[in-house]
Protein backbone atom coordinates (compact mmCIF):
# COMPACT_ATOMS: atom_id res chain seq x y z
CA UNK A 1 0.00 0.00 0.00
CA UNK A 2 1.14 3.71 -1.14
CA UNK A 3 1.80 5.70 2.27
CA UNK A 4 3.70 7.69 4.52
CA UNK A 5 5.31 6.37 7.74
CA UNK A 6 6.63 7.64 10.69
CA UNK A 7 8.01 6.34 13.42
CA UNK A 8 8.14 6.21 16.29
CA UNK A 9 4.67 7.11 17.49
CA UNK A 10 6.03 8.34 20.63
CA UNK A 11 9.09 9.17 21.82
CA UNK A 12 10.42 10.56 24.93
CA UNK A 13 13.91 12.17 25.63
CA UNK A 14 15.91 13.71 27.80
CA UNK A 15 16.46 17.70 27.68
CA UNK A 16 19.35 18.58 25.97
CA UNK A 17 19.91 14.88 23.75
CA UNK A 18 19.23 15.40 20.10
CA UNK A 19 16.51 13.16 18.65
CA UNK A 20 15.68 12.02 14.95
CA UNK A 21 12.10 11.79 13.70
CA UNK A 22 11.77 9.41 10.58
CA UNK A 23 9.79 10.21 7.91
CA UNK A 24 9.48 7.22 4.93
CA UNK A 25 7.00 7.55 1.82
CA UNK A 26 6.24 5.31 -1.25
CA UNK A 27 3.91 7.70 -2.83
CA UNK A 28 6.58 8.84 -5.25
CA UNK A 29 5.87 12.37 -4.16
CA UNK A 30 8.84 15.27 -4.62
CA UNK A 31 7.71 17.54 -2.23
CA UNK A 32 8.14 16.51 1.35
CA UNK A 33 7.18 18.71 4.46
CA UNK A 34 7.71 19.01 7.90
CA UNK A 35 4.92 19.89 10.47
CA UNK A 36 4.97 21.04 14.49
CA UNK A 37 1.16 21.24 15.83
CA UNK A 38 0.48 22.29 19.40
CA UNK A 39 -3.00 21.85 21.01
CA UNK A 40 -4.77 24.96 20.58
CA UNK A 41 -2.52 25.81 17.63
CA UNK A 42 -2.76 25.21 13.80
CA UNK A 43 0.21 23.52 12.24
CA UNK A 44 3.29 25.29 11.64
CA UNK A 45 5.99 24.20 9.25
CA UNK A 46 9.15 23.52 10.24
CA UNK A 47 11.32 22.32 7.28
CA UNK A 48 10.14 21.28 3.64
CA UNK A 49 12.00 19.64 0.52
CA UNK A 50 10.95 19.81 -3.17
CA UNK A 51 13.95 17.56 -4.53
CA UNK A 52 16.82 15.55 -3.24
CA UNK A 53 19.56 16.97 -1.72
CA UNK A 54 17.70 20.60 -1.34
CA UNK A 55 15.45 21.77 1.53
CA UNK A 56 14.08 24.97 2.95
CA UNK A 57 13.40 26.38 6.33
CA UNK A 58 9.83 27.25 7.30
CA UNK A 59 7.92 29.38 9.72
CA UNK A 60 10.34 28.20 13.12
CA UNK A 61 13.01 25.87 11.91
CA UNK A 62 15.34 27.42 14.78
CA UNK A 63 16.40 24.51 16.53
CA UNK A 64 15.59 22.07 13.90
CA UNK A 65 17.49 19.99 10.80
CA UNK A 66 17.07 17.99 8.22
CA UNK A 67 18.31 15.88 5.29
CA UNK A 68 16.87 14.87 2.16
CA UNK A 69 19.40 12.07 0.70
CA UNK A 70 16.74 10.03 -0.90
CA UNK A 71 13.25 11.17 -2.54
CA UNK A 72 11.81 8.67 0.10
CA UNK A 73 13.07 9.96 3.59
CA UNK A 74 12.89 12.89 4.83
CA UNK A 75 13.94 13.07 8.39
CA UNK A 76 13.88 15.88 11.30
CA UNK A 77 16.30 16.49 13.96
CA UNK A 78 14.81 18.01 16.95
CA UNK A 79 17.78 19.52 18.71
CA UNK A 80 18.98 20.33 21.88
CA UNK A 81 18.83 24.09 20.69
CA UNK A 82 14.75 24.12 20.42
CA UNK A 83 13.36 25.51 23.42
CA UNK A 84 10.43 23.56 23.40
CA UNK A 85 10.75 20.93 22.07
CA UNK A 86 7.45 18.85 23.26
CA UNK A 87 4.46 18.61 20.22
CA UNK A 88 3.10 16.27 18.11
CA UNK A 89 5.29 16.23 14.52
CA UNK A 90 3.74 15.18 11.35
CA UNK A 91 5.17 14.56 8.07
CA UNK A 92 3.18 15.22 4.80
CA UNK A 93 4.21 14.79 1.06
CA UNK A 94 2.75 16.29 -2.18
CA UNK A 95 2.78 15.79 -5.52
CA UNK A 96 3.77 17.77 -8.58
CA UNK A 97 1.11 20.37 -9.37
CA UNK A 98 0.28 23.87 -7.09
CA UNK A 99 -3.28 22.14 -6.66
CA UNK A 100 -2.73 18.75 -4.92
CA UNK A 101 -3.27 18.34 -1.64
CA UNK A 102 -0.98 17.11 1.01
CA UNK A 103 -0.82 13.75 2.21
CA UNK A 104 0.07 13.45 5.63
CA UNK A 105 1.65 10.37 8.19
CA UNK A 106 -0.07 9.37 12.12
CA UNK A 107 2.71 11.42 13.48
CA UNK A 108 5.44 11.39 16.49
CA UNK A 109 4.13 12.36 19.62
CA UNK A 110 7.65 14.03 21.29
CA UNK A 111 7.84 14.71 24.90
CA UNK A 112 11.21 15.97 26.21
CA UNK A 113 11.70 16.14 30.19
CA UNK B 1 0.84 39.35 7.45
CA UNK B 2 -1.58 37.10 6.88
CA UNK B 3 -3.84 35.22 9.29
CA UNK B 4 -6.45 32.82 8.95
CA UNK B 5 -9.24 32.24 11.52
CA UNK B 6 -11.69 29.16 11.69
CA UNK B 7 -15.10 30.65 13.58
CA UNK B 8 -14.49 28.57 16.94
CA UNK B 9 -12.66 26.02 18.34
CA UNK B 10 -15.55 23.73 19.63
CA UNK B 11 -19.22 23.08 17.65
CA UNK B 12 -21.66 20.23 18.97
CA UNK B 13 -24.73 19.42 16.88
CA UNK B 14 -27.18 17.03 16.90
CA UNK B 15 -27.36 14.13 14.70
CA UNK B 16 -29.03 14.19 11.07
CA UNK B 17 -28.12 18.51 11.41
CA UNK B 18 -26.33 20.15 9.04
CA UNK B 19 -22.68 21.46 10.34
CA UNK B 20 -21.54 24.87 9.36
CA UNK B 21 -17.75 25.42 10.11
CA UNK B 22 -15.74 29.15 9.08
CA UNK B 23 -12.63 30.04 8.03
CA UNK B 24 -12.17 33.19 7.44
CA UNK B 25 -8.57 35.05 6.18
CA UNK B 26 -7.26 38.85 6.06
CA UNK B 27 -5.21 40.49 3.10
CA UNK B 28 -5.66 39.12 -0.12
CA UNK B 29 -7.02 36.14 -1.48
CA UNK B 30 -5.48 32.92 -2.06
CA UNK B 31 -5.49 30.77 -4.75
CA UNK B 32 -7.43 28.02 -3.47
CA UNK B 33 -8.69 26.60 -0.40
CA UNK B 34 -8.17 23.33 1.28
CA UNK B 35 -10.03 21.15 4.18
CA UNK B 36 -8.84 18.59 5.98
CA UNK B 37 -10.58 16.34 8.90
CA UNK B 38 -7.94 15.53 11.72
CA UNK B 39 -8.64 12.69 14.59
CA UNK B 40 -7.32 12.76 17.27
CA UNK B 41 -3.65 11.03 17.50
CA UNK B 42 -3.74 11.16 13.48
CA UNK B 43 -2.30 13.23 10.34
CA UNK B 44 -5.13 15.17 8.86
CA UNK B 45 -6.92 14.21 5.56
CA UNK B 46 -7.38 15.98 2.38
CA UNK B 47 -11.39 16.31 1.88
CA UNK B 48 -12.19 19.01 -0.95
CA UNK B 49 -10.29 21.97 -2.61
CA UNK B 50 -11.91 24.82 -4.24
CA UNK B 51 -10.35 27.51 -6.00
CA UNK B 52 -10.26 31.37 -6.37
CA UNK B 53 -12.91 31.32 -9.17
CA UNK B 54 -15.07 28.75 -7.98
CA UNK B 55 -17.91 29.49 -5.92
CA UNK B 56 -18.99 25.93 -4.39
CA UNK B 57 -17.91 22.57 -4.65
CA UNK B 58 -19.03 19.79 -3.19
CA UNK B 59 -18.34 15.97 -2.38
CA UNK B 60 -21.27 13.76 -1.16
CA UNK B 61 -22.41 15.05 2.34
CA UNK B 62 -19.62 17.79 2.01
CA UNK B 63 -20.23 21.49 0.57
CA UNK B 64 -17.34 23.78 0.36
CA UNK B 65 -17.70 27.68 -0.41
CA UNK B 66 -15.56 30.79 -1.40
CA UNK B 67 -16.47 34.39 -1.01
CA UNK B 68 -13.51 36.26 -1.59
CA UNK B 69 -15.82 39.32 -0.96
CA UNK B 70 -16.34 38.30 2.20
CA UNK B 71 -12.98 36.12 2.79
CA UNK B 72 -14.51 33.33 4.02
CA UNK B 73 -15.15 29.87 3.16
CA UNK B 74 -17.97 27.80 4.58
CA UNK B 75 -17.85 24.21 5.05
CA UNK B 76 -20.96 22.47 5.18
CA UNK B 77 -21.81 18.36 6.46
CA UNK B 78 -25.52 17.80 5.36
CA UNK B 79 -27.07 15.03 7.38
CA UNK B 80 -24.33 14.83 9.85
CA UNK B 81 -23.62 11.57 11.80
CA UNK B 82 -21.61 10.69 15.13
CA UNK B 83 -18.53 9.35 12.63
CA UNK B 84 -18.03 12.97 11.41
CA UNK B 85 -16.89 14.38 14.58
CA UNK B 86 -13.34 15.59 14.17
CA UNK B 87 -11.30 18.14 14.10
CA UNK B 88 -11.59 20.31 10.38
CA UNK B 89 -9.06 22.61 9.30
CA UNK B 90 -8.93 24.64 6.65
CA UNK B 91 -5.53 25.38 4.77
CA UNK B 92 -4.57 28.57 1.84
CA UNK B 93 -2.41 29.10 -0.08
CA UNK B 94 -1.18 32.32 -1.24
CA UNK B 95 0.45 34.86 -3.24
CA UNK B 96 4.03 33.83 -4.69
CA UNK B 97 3.53 29.90 -4.27
CA UNK B 98 0.57 30.18 -6.45
CA UNK B 99 2.66 28.43 -9.34
CA UNK B 100 5.02 26.85 -7.36
CA UNK B 101 4.98 22.89 -7.16
CA UNK B 102 5.97 22.89 -3.51
CA UNK B 103 3.60 25.84 -2.54
CA UNK B 104 3.25 26.48 1.16
CA UNK B 105 0.08 25.89 2.77
CA UNK B 106 -1.19 27.84 5.79
CA UNK B 107 -3.55 26.13 8.47
CA UNK B 108 -6.17 27.51 10.53
CA UNK B 109 -6.02 25.86 13.91
CA UNK B 110 -9.29 23.91 13.64
CA UNK B 111 -12.75 23.38 14.82
CA UNK B 112 -13.42 20.42 16.83
CA UNK B 113 -16.70 19.30 15.56
CA UNK B 114 -18.91 16.71 18.10
CA UNK B 115 -21.66 15.29 16.54
CA UNK B 116 -24.55 13.68 19.36
CA UNK B 117 -27.15 11.25 18.50
Known amino acids: DGGITQSPKYLFRKEGQNVTLSCEQNLNHDAMYWYRQDPGQGLRLIYYSQIVNDFQKGDIAEGYSVSREKKESFPLTVTSAQKNPTAFYLCATRRQGPNSPLHFGNGTRLTVT | ?117
Open chain 2, 1 to 117: SQKIEQNSEALNIQEGKTATLTCNYTNYSPAYLQWYRQDPGRGPVFLLLIRENEKEKRKERLKVTFDTTLKQSLFHITASQPADSATYLCALLWGTDRGSTLGRLYFGRGTQLTVWP
